[in-house]
């Protein structure tokens, strides 16, 4: 493969929006999980809320710090790499990415200092106030990026003049059906993806016996959250796949590895899809329920990747190995999330190191299913940006020198690369403290400092 | 052309939000730049302490400007992006840095000293890029079929290398005033002795950006941009340069109150100048307001965030600001 400013623009977006979308992914989960826990505190008053919060404010501080310097590149991306999809799609994707700055990012980043820095400076209630409004901002992003990200999949309620893309029905695109399922089936996401992290980490602090009061209450919440929520998630999925089979035909048959029309059509377990020689190697598959799978319906007629012109075929292996990834890492969290209620339920929770075990190593499973998802959806668009309507080899800069694209792939990934490794060894280090840790247990007076520098940094105090 | 459009309406929104930025991140980013120039913990610590809860919020409005100008303008978005396509680069990589400061300092001794160059060295690029920009933008940007039409390397010009110093002189100016108001002690009385010394800076970088602009450079774009000089850029300049007497003079009678008011005087008055030189282009001199701007159904729907979204925003900005008024503690332990 030559390298080219379309290649290299390509493998930089994929790059800094797979780095960024961890920490979102993350942090959308924490900031609601702070908000309850903040509001668990406020309504019973028990310390042990309080020292839960205050750990997690810590690592919510790396990573939120992460995904707002890695976030602010994505906004930029648009205009120097796919200047043309700018240009054409900006009366539609413009606004979209507008009202996420002017409702979502000014309000999370602006409580985000009250709640670092401002727990001494305002009532319990004005405080919890704030952890709800950083939390809304998160929200209110996710709701935003999925509108730009559902009409690039799925364009609907525009025309087009000019080659400019134009709107027409505004409610259409923030509104519609697909886009209100995208957002849920991510919003879930993120939170499923926080519920096993803080879960994960209460079993890790019961395997070393530390800090079980705190643990116990993020095994129960962290597991029962999930465990109530990933079914309504699988359901979210399942219509997901909906409105592609109906809307993106070509991806659909990438994900399911489908090659020839079938009617009804060949459910593929796994395989390895050879998109040279057109077919599956070493697939396990089962005949005739493919279509019930998919829609409901046992002859559901299903569209093979030879019914699509060459130059309109999306890769194959991507969409096919990022869908079923996902799908495992869904069963995981399904296994640990229903397992673990019922042996809280039954008492024996504490004491089954095996399960454990298994739940501290399901740690990543949420993040690789938030990233193998997207990878489904996203390769799976191609060889389109816009479906159907604009091409990928078309929305990028024309001016781009190949020289220039190469720099800033070079120098995203060396920086990316640094940040990511420490702030990944930062946060690891914070979750092996725990509650207890030095970090926690020298912060004494609340919002003196950031809450990563209570142990050593000057305090933002009044003169009183 | 009509006098009043939606076009111009959100022309007027973004360039509230332009000064706005300017402002308010122009403060964090030159107490950014003033961190590089002293190696004092003692310092060090306040300064970062008295930006630390504003920083994020003020950086922000850098994002709100970009998604406008894709929303409300989105040629100007795509030209002016892949026209400062390694400029863009510098600013995200200077404010990846300083931002990961505020939080990686503190969690590691052995790597504090990587984190604080970082710190520094990001918020100067960052100053310097966005003042380059400016100047840039005034030697003009080709464009053709609404897509840019230069080199990657177009910007780089004496003319533009001297307003991004003027810029990072001037951001670090608006930091020393910053930290007058928001510290006390050693470190408010170095911030003041450096406003002296900063008002020197940033007249003695005009000078030679003159010069600069009618020896080496002469591009059509300046000459242009020398002519559209009329009465509201005098009227801008006089009272930017009045606003920099006042401030030395307000420095060295420790009126410390006076000092960022002035400071954002004199920002305001240098933006009027400017923007009295580029109306009615968004991008010098090639497309104009009414040329880049997104269909009336986009900018109607934008409106919303616009006009009810941002004073909403304003109350609850201010509303924290209010929350952390008073000046920061000067003892590394509270």
């Known amino acids: 493969m030559a390298l080219d400013p379309l290649i290299l623009s390509r493998l930089q977006f994929a790059f800094v929006i797979s780095f960024h979308i961890i920490f979102p992914a993350f942090t959308i989960g924490l900031a609601a999980w702070l908000a309850t826990v903040e509001g668990l505190g406020f309504a019973t008053g028990r310390a042990v809320y309080r020292r839960i919060f205050d750990f997690w404010l810590r690592i919510f501080a790396v990573s939120f710090g992460l995904g707002v310097v890695s976030g602010i590149v994505m906004a930029f991306q648009f205009g120097t790499n796919w200047s043309v999809l700018a240009e054409r799609a900006g009366p539609i994707q413009g606004p979209l990415i507008g009202y996420e700055a002017f409702t979502a990012f000014l309000l999370e980043a602006t409580f985000f200092g009250v709640m670092l820095l401002g727990r001494d400076r305002v009532r319990p209630g004005v405080y919890l106030l704030a952890c709800c409004m950083v939390s809304l901002g998160t929200i209110l992003s996710s709701f935003w990026i999925l509108a730009n990200n559902t009409w690039m999949q799925v364009p609907i309620g525009h025309e087009v003049i000019d080659g400019r893309f134009i709107p027409t029905d505004w409610r259409e695109i923030v509104l519609g059906p697909v886009m209100l399922i995208r957002w849920l089936h991510m919003l879930l996401a993120a939170f499923l993806t926080t519920a096993i992290c803080v879960a994960a980490t209460g079993a890790w602090y019961v395997l070393r016996d530390i800090n079980r009061a705190e643990a116990r209450v993020m095994l129960t919440w962290g597991l029962g959250l999930a465990a109530a929520l990933i079914p309504v998630q699988m359901y979210l999925g399942h219509l997901n796949g909906l409105y592609v089979y109906e809307h993106q035909p070509a991806k659909f048959a990438a994900i399911e590895a489908r090659w020839k029309d079938e009617q009804p059509g060949t459910e593929v377990w796994l395989a390895w899809p050879d998109a040279a020689r057109q077919e599956n190697l070493l697939a396990i598959e089962t005949p005739g329920i493919g279509s019930f799978i998919a829609t409901g319906e046992w002859d559901a007629p299903m569209t093979g990747l030879e019914s699509f012109p060459e130059e309109d075929r999306p890769p194959v292996v991507i969409p096919f190995f990022g869908f079923r990834i996902m799908v495992g890492m869904g069963l995981v969290m399904l296994a640990v999330s229903w397992i673990g209620t019922l042996l809280r339920v039954t008492g024996r929770l504490e004491t089954s190191r095996w399960f454990l075990w298994a739940t501290f190593l399901a740690f990543p499973s949420g993040f690789i299913a938030v990233l193998t998802g997207w990878y489904t959806a996203e390769v799976g668009r191609q060889p389109w940006v816009i479906y159907g309507l604009l091409r990928t080899e078309d929305a990028v800069t024309p001016a781009l020198t190949t020289t220039d694209a190469l720099i800033s792939l070079v120098v995203f990934v060396l920086v990316y690369g640094m940040l990511g490794g420490f702030g990944v060894r930062y946060i690891y280090k914070l979750l092996r403290e725990g509650p207890s840790g030095p970090s926690g247990a020298a912060s004494g007076a609340y919002g003196s400092r950031r809450p990563f520098a209570r142990a050593d940094g000057p305090g933002v105090t009044d003169r009183r | ?334």
């Open chain 2, 1 to 334: 052309m009509e006098i009043f459009s939606l076009a111009h309406l959100w022309a007027g929104i973004i360039a509230i939000a332009i000064l706005v930025y300017v402002l308010l991140d122009g403060f964090d980013l030159g107490v950014g730049i003033l961190f590089g120039m002293t190696r004092d913990e003692a310092k060090r610590g306040p300064m970062m302490a008295a930006i630390a809860p504003f920083w994020d919020g003020n950086e922000t409005w850098l994002v709100v400007i970009g998604a406008s100008l894709f929303a409300a303008f989105p040629a100007v978005y795509a030209v002016f992006l892949s026209a400062f396509y390694l400029p863009v680069l510098l600013l995200l990589v200077g404010l990846i840095f300083r931002g990961v400061a505020f939080e990686f300092r503190y969690r590691s001794e052995r790597m504090r000293g990587v984190w604080d160059f970082g710190f520094a060295a990001g918020s100067t690029m960052a100053a310097f890029v966005q003042g380059a920009a400016v100047g840039a933008m005034m030697r003009g940007i080709p464009v053709e079929d609404g897509q840019f039409a230069g080199t990657s390397l177009e910007w780089l010009h004496p003319f533009p290398v001297l307003t991004g110093i003027g810029l990072v002189l001037g951001y670090a100016l608006l930091g020393a005033c910053w930290l007058v108001l928001k510290t006390e002690g050693a470190v408010a009385d170095w911030a003041r002795g450096m406003v002296f010394w900063l008002v020197i800076g940033v007249l003695a970088i005009v000078g030679p950006a003159i010069v600069a602009a009618l020896t080496v450079d002469m591009s059509p774009g300046l000459t242009q941009a020398a002519e559209r000089f009329g009465m509201l850029s005098s009227l801008g300049a006089a009272a930017g340069f009045y606003a920099l007497l006042l401030l030395v003079a307000c420095a060295r009678l420790r009126l410390d109150g006076a000092l960022y008011p002035l400071g954002a005087l004199f920002f305001a008055a240098t933006f009027v100048a400017l923007a009295g030189m580029m109306w009615p282009y968004m991008i010098p001199y090639t497309l104009t307001v009414q040329d880049a701007a997104a269909p009336e159904a986009s900018l109607r729907f934008m409106l919303f965030a616009g006009v009810v979204v941002l004073p909403v925003v304003a109350i609850y900005t201010i509303g924290v600001y209010w929350l952390f008024r008073g000046k920061v503690a000067s003892s590394e332990e509270p």
